[in-house]
């Protein structure tokens, strides 16, 4: 991973006032260390200096014991350069938001600031993400998950927030998120003065104009899912619609929420995989060699030649049938029934062939830390061969029938724009953000497995509407398809997993790992305390990032292009809310 | 033999037509959308799964029809009945051959096209009264669609008028007795667009877009009343078929067939064609995405109806020219 | 580019036809049954020597294995042979999701994935079941046995 240069770092936020100690850590780059009060300071610097670090990865807290450390992400898509900035809060601090400069930052912050009990100051909606009122900050290390034998009773489960706030001890569980001398999202001037004022608004702040008419109606506040045709799960949007336009939206997410990163603290590293499987289940592979690769980097360990085409084989594999689960439902979301059963007779193939390999259909835990769980088989390789040749055929029809269709074309040409500095700004990754012009592939930028052995085009569109981002699907599936015979024709003879111990136990320290989910960039950041379990496991949700960015486009639209819209970034709830 | 008993006779004639129709066209709508998404449809109830529909018939029948609390218990009853009255009416009057018509109206095609729209009433009825906001804004894009598409369809008919010179329906189809009005291909083409709205099939299904309104005005019925709601949509559907049948297709006849030879099966081959329209029908709803409601007014306001008045006057202009050569040779 | 509008529509309609004359790729399921294939996970089921008598040893490996505790494992210990009679091995199938970490943990190869996959149950009570009660518990070998399995790796043979 290229790494900026420390003097240049340190003299830039020296420049701006902002005291720091800078280190190098192995398997995780340029960390540098601030003050809670200079921790937006220093966000702001490294925006705007020449480093130019303008894309938030991601934004996450980690409880050290003695503070919360937040750590914000960077990166610099112009030098390709990322850090690490690490800002210590008390346990009863207050979290300045950073939203007006990279509104990435927004649902991440909210999710921090419930999870680990902050305060917010400065963000616009600081309402709870995931949990229910009343729920403990768990991510905290003294909340203690259920033992085994609660576990095994399955009698007396049921959500109550009071056996997680048992431990909380002193803290309210009520506390509110708003720091008390916050100024409330409804008055103006939500952000302090003198701060950059962005041009793009949060969803819950961004109102349309009244309608085209002028007309003044009554509105509507309408509450589209959890429980509906097609949000893709259990989203719920909270519609403001006047008539048919949507004037004001907002995303409700947590009904899938199982604290994934909670009990992966209490997981040796070869069994997370099966927390992560249900994350993003459409893709489940990815995020496993998401962890497996940051469980090897901390480990020193070199999978073989074998594990890794394995890997790449069974992923792209994974990244067609998860695209194609897209492409049908995108397809529905517009009214047409036609390719959404097209698409799953190529879906089914597939699944056959991820049986095979790995035994089960969706949920694989398969790739592990040193290489994979099994070894290829014949028959699969029988399958592979028979499903490439079937699927040369349909991409080619099932691209037709949607994307030629003249219906379809009106419906989603010109919708739900991104430019390419909103892209960068909401932390858009994978598909959304080459479709809006932004040629970044973690498998070809920071090759992992056998990427670098790979033949592959990225496909790119500088549109950044509905359709490009339908187009730059359709082809990435072309090109998985490409890499897969690629893996089937090449594929190396050799152990299929390295020469690990069984029960893991990786030094201390931490790693950071991202790999190309079928929804973008997916990371898995590691501490490790040296023990057999993680001491924290953050998991990067690309959907996340992907929802909070489409809702703010929703306002303006109908209700129609609000089902097409967000239907197009391609959010899965397992994985947004883990 | 009695009058009445004649008139009754008849309109359970329709009755049961078009309750028949409805149980086949679902069977149908299953079966052919199953081949069109390379499934096979209902397979295990009777032979081929024919038996499906009836059983389905039977459950809504016997199925509890529970009312929600805060809907307007007057209107949420009255609306299927007033969906359903309509359509049930248009039956009346359709040729089905030379004399297997109800009642032969001189004014055929305009009754149809009268008690046709009174359904988006219904419909909006529905809507209000179901107090559910999908269903509010699926009754409200219903009588949009009413409002925008009424005047355009029944323009794209009127070539076809001029043409045969009447609107008797029986006229109509006599008229093609050699030649089918489908020669007047533009405005075939308007009607069917036209059409398609009017009868709420896919392209145009904005009443209950199923992606965006659940199940648009139909979501909070349930029971025998979700059942008149479903009948109708599929009966409208069998009006709409066998109008663009008898305007443009040649009802019941055969072309250079005498039509005394085909009189014996005349209602079969009305039929036959009729049930090829809805196939086609079927098939479009299984494949084409939805338009947006934006996009279905604009294509009624900004196209369909300059365009089908145009082309009236061409039609007019066409058939003025070629009676004058008629004439003068 | 510039195409008549409408061609694309009816291209849309002419593959759907294309597709109604092709055979369906479906499975009449109950009639008809998929052949899983041989790595398919499915409910977990104990394994049983030549003779009948259960492989488990009663070392409560899958037990600690097991993330969700589906299974537990109660066990007598005879206090002079240090036999071990298991006195129920319980599993909560409604509550397995089927990973197979127990049976990668087990080091005697006494458990499998099997291929029941009809675990649809009309009362929630058939949902947690006895895998093995009251069996004596299979004892080691004369011989010093040292069971070495590579990490990761899955039961020899099992390989298709």
Redesign the interface.
């Known amino acids: 991973m290229p790494q900026p240069d420390l003097t240049v770092v340190r003299s830039a936020l020296e420049r701006a006032g902002v005291a720091v100690s800078i280190e190098e850590v192995a398997c995780l780059g340029v960390v540098c260390r601030v003050s809670a009060d200079s921790a937006r300071a220093a966000v702001a610097t490294l925006r705007d200096s020449d480093l130019a670090f303008d894309f938030l990865i991601d934004l996450f807290g980690i409880d050290t014991g003695e503070a919360i450390d937040v750590v914000y992400h960077l990166r610099s898509f112009s030098r390709d350069e990322e850090i690490v900035v690490k800002a210590a809060h008390d346990y009863d601090g207050v979290l300045a938001s950073i939203w007006d400069l990279l509104p990435a930052a927004l649902m991440p912050e909210r999710e921090l600031c419930e999870l680990f009990g902050l305060s917010l100051l400065g963000h616009p909606n600081p309402k709870r993400l995931l949990t229910t009122d009343g729920c403990a900050p768990y991510l905290r290390k003294f909340v203690e998950i259920r033992s085994d034998e609660e576990v095994r009773d399955r009698s007396t489960q049921h959500v109550n927030p009071k056996r997680l706030a048992r431990a909380a001890g002193s803290i309210a569980a009520e506390e509110p998120m708003v720091a008390p001398d916050a100024p409330s999202a409804t008055q103006d001037g939500i952000v302090a003065p003198g701060t950059f004022q962005p041009t793009l608004l949060p969803a819950g702040l961004r109102r349309a104009p009244a309608g085209v008419d002028q007309v003044t109606t009554e509105h509507l506040v309408l509450s589209m899912g959890p429980q509906h045709p097609s949000t893709h799960g259990v989203l719920r949007l909270n519609l403001e619609i006047d008539g048919e336009e949507v004037v004001g939206a907002e995303a409700i997410i947590g009904y899938l929420h199982r604290g994934i990163e909670k009990l992966a603290e209490s997981r040796r590293y070869h069994t997370i995989g099966t927390l992560l499987d249900r994350g993003d289940y459409l893709a489940g592979i990815h995020s496993e060699l998401a962890l497996a690769l940051a469980t090897e980097k901390l480990l020193e360990v070199e999978s073989p030649r074998r594990a890794n085409y394995l890997r790449v084989m069974l992923g792209e594999l994974n990244r067609i049938a998860s695209h194609i689960t897209w492409y049908g439902p995108a397809g529905l979301d517009a009214g047409a029934m036609g390719p959404f059963l097209y698409t799953f007779r190529d879906r089914e193939l597939l699944l056959d062939i991820l049986e095979d390999v790995t035994g089960a259909r969706m949920m694989f835990n398969y790739v592990r830390p040193g290489g994979v769980l099994r070894d290829f088989t014949t028959t699969a390789e029988a399958k592979i061969r028979h499903f490439l040749d079937v699927f040369a055929v349909h991409i080619e029809e099932n691209d037709e029938i949607l994307m030629g269709n003249e219906i379809f074309q009106a419906r989603t040409q010109g919708l739900g724009v991104f430019s390419r500095e909103a892209a960068l700004g909401f932390g858009l990754t994978g598909a959304n953000l080459r479709a809006s012009g932004v040629s970044w592939d973690i498998r070809r930028d920071r090759p992992y497995a056998a990427y670098n052995e790979m033949d592959f085009d990225i496909p790119l569109s500088e549109v950044g509407d509905v359709y490009a981002r339908t187009a730059v699907r359709l082809d990435e599936m072309r090109q998985a398809a490409r890499i897969v015979r690629q893996c089937i024709d090449g594929l190396p003879e050799g152990e299929f997993t390295a020469k690990v111990p069984k029960v893991l136990r990786p030094p201390v320290g931490e790693a950071y790992a991202a790999v190309e989910s079928p929804r973008g960039e997916l990371g898995v950041h590691i501490v490790s305390d040296g023990s057999d379990t993680p001491y924290r496991m953050r998991y990067r949700p690309p959907a996340l990032y992907a929802l909070q960015a489409g809702e703010t486009l929703l306002p303006g639209g109908l209700i129609a292009d609000a089902v097409v819209l967000m239907g197009s970034m391609d959010v899965v709830l397992g994985e947004i809310d883990r | 033999m009695n009058t009445w008993l004649i008139v009754v006779l008849r309109f359970l004639a329709a009755l049961t037509l078009m309750l028949v129709n409805g149980v086949v066209m679902i069977y149908m709508l299953r079966k052919v959308?199953?081949?069109?998404?390379?499934?096979?449809g209902p397979?295990d109830n009777g032979p081929w799964g024919m038996l499906q529909t009836v059983y389905d018939v039977i459950k809504l029948l016997t199925k509890e029809d529970p009312t929600p609390s805060a809907v307007d218990r007057g209107l949420f009853f009255l609306a299927p009945a007033v969906v359903f009255v309509p359509s049930l009416m248009a039956y009346i009057a359709l040729p089905f051959s030379r004399t297997w018509v109800v009642a032969d109206l001189p004014l055929g095609l305009l009754f149809v096209f009268a008690v046709m729209s009174l359904i988006p009433l219904g419909i909006l009825m529905a809507g209000w009264a179901s107090n559910n906001?999908?269903s509010l804004?699926g009754a409200?894009?219903a009588v949009g669609a009413q409002v925008t598409y009424e005047v355009p369809m029944l323009i794209a008919a009127l070539p076809v008028v001029m043409m045969a010179g009447s609107l008797n329906l029986g006229d109509i189809v006599r008229a093609q007795h050699n030649v089918w009005f489908v020669v007047n291909v533009p405005a075939f083409v308007l009607f069917c667009i036209a059409g398609l709205i009017e009868s709420g099939q896919?392209?145009f299904?904005l009443a209950e877009?199923?992606?965006?309104?659940?199940a648009g005005f139909a979501t909070e019925y349930s029971a025998m009343k979700f059942g008149l709601l479903f009948l109708s949509e599929f009966s409208n559907t069998f009006i709409f078929s066998a109008l663009t049948v008898t305007l443009f297709f040649g009802g019941w006849q055969v072309p250079f067939v005498p039509a005394d030879v085909v009189q014996p099966i005349a209602p079969v081959v009305f039929m036959l064609k009729t049930y090829i329209g809805i196939f086609f029908l079927m098939?479009?709803?299984?494949?084409?995405?939805?338009?947006?409601?934006?996009?279905m007014l604009e294509l009624g306001w900004k196209f369909l109806l300059p365009t089908s008045i145009a082309w009236l006057l061409i039609t007019g202009l066409i058939m003025k020219i070629g009676s004058t050569l008629a004439v003068s040779r | 580019m510039s195409r008549i509008y409408g061609t694309g529509i009816l291209r849309s309609m002419i593959i759907a036809f294309t597709n109604f004359l092709r055979p369906p790729i479906t499975m009449q399921y109950p009639h008809e049954r998929w052949v899983l294939p041989d790595r398919a996970r499915w409910a977990v089921a104990p394994l049983y020597d030549e003779a009948g008598a259960p492989k488990c040893r009663a070392c409560m490996a899958c037990v600690k294995a097991c993330p969700d505790a589906v299974l537990a494992l109660d066990f007598d210990t005879d206090p002079e042979t240090k036999d071990k009679q298991i006195v129920s091995f319980s599993y909560q199938v409604g509550a397995c999701m089927m990973c197979g970490l127990c049976v990668e943990a087990c080091p005697f190869d006494a458990l499998e994935m099997s291929h029941v996959y009809e675990l649809a149950r009309i009362a929630p009570d058939p949902l947690e079941y006895e895998l093995l009660a009251d069996v004596p518990a299979a004892k080691a070998p004369k011989r010093a046995e040292h069971p070495s399995k590579p990490i990761c790796a899955e039961k020899e043979g099992d390989d298709a």
Do not use: Y
């Not at chain 2, 877009?209 to 659940?214: D, I, K, P, Q």
């Not at chain 2, 098939?283 to 996009?295: S, Y």
């Open positions: 959308l199953g081949r069109l998404h390379l499934r096979l397979m906001k999908w804004i409200m894009r896919t392209p299904d877009a199923e992606s965006e309104l659940v098939a479009i709803r299984g494949t084409l995405p939805r338009v947006r409601v934006d996009q």
